[in-house]
């Protein structure tokens, strides 16, 4: 299963994501106060303390980041096509071709009577 371009867009989400909530928190506070507002009374009442303002910044910038890595070290579509056509010869360590005999036949500890 091909996620190749649903990781992309999620990668692009975050990063956009994290960019609102790093540069602009009041737009995301605004957005989690309707959120909540569902569910709640009052909840357009809520201020947002200073700390909280930096965790969200703090939040966003690495939302960022992440999102970058992620696009940075998607691999190409055409790499992974080039890929595909290269055939691998396997090839087994360990198995030396006699039925069951391990030991080298250096000529050493032979009889030859």
Do not use: H
Not at 32 to 44: D, R, V
Not at 48 to 72: D, E, I, K, S
């Amino acid at each position: 299963m091909n996620c190749s371009k649903g990781r992309r867009y999620a990668a692009l989400w975050s990063i956009a994501q994290g960019a609102v909530a790093a540069l602009v928190p009041q737009v995301s506070i605004a957005l989690i106060k309707k959120l909540i507002g569902t569910n709640f009374e009052n909840a357009g009442e809520l201020e947002a303390r200073p700390a909280y303002v930096r965790q969200l910044r703090a939040v966003g910038v690495g939302m960022v980041a992440a999102g970058a890595v992620t696009l940075l070290l998607e691999p190409d579509e055409e790499a992974d096509d080039a890929d595909d056509d290269v055939e691998v010869e396997t090839v087994q360590v360990g198995e030396s071709g006699t039925d069951g005999d391990d030991s080298t036949d250096d000529g050493a500890g032979e009889d030859d009577a």
